[in-house]
Nanobody, 122 residues
Framework: QVQLVESGGGSVQPGDSLRLSCAVS????????IGWFRQAPGKEREGVSC????????YYADSVKGRFTISRDNAKNTVYLQMNSLKPEDTGVYYC???????????????WGQGTQVTVSS
């Protein structure tokens, strides 16, 4: 069974930081790329960042480059999304997902977590 569990969301002010966590099984982390995606109310889901399984290559959406960092801790079977300098437009439900290919195209991903809410507001 493929299981991904997100945590770390919350309500913060603009300029603040949050770190999201995605707990996955070792089997998944060793074989699948992990991506972070978000969906704001009334908007399409969009890719935020992803990390490949084989060599740890990372990808970022232009809107988060320089502010967000994706990383993985193999010992803890966890992928993180460090989000700095948060903006109101970063608000949404954040999901992690697993797929055989590292891509920001959300529709390519087969396995999804339940999501965690991030709200950035003054």
């Amino acid at each position: 069974q493929v299981q991904l569990v997100e945590s770390g969301g919350g309500s913060v002010q603009p300029g603040d930081s949050l770190r999201l966590s995605c707990a996955v099984s070792k089997f998944i982390l060793d074989r699948y790329a992990i991506g972070w995606f978000r969906q704001a109310p009334g908007k399409e889901r969009e890719g935020v960042s992803c990390i490949s399984s084989s060599d740890g290559v990372t990808y970022y959406a232009d809107s988060v480059k320089g502010r967000f960092t994706i990383s993985r801790d193999n010992a803890k079977n966890t992928v993180y999304l460090q989000m700095n300098s948060l903006k109101p437009e970063d608000t949404g439900v954040y999901y992690c997902a697993a797929d055989s290919i590292a891509t920001l195209a959300w529709y390519e991903y087969d396995f999804w977590g339940q999501g965690t809410q991030v709200t950035v507001s003054s």
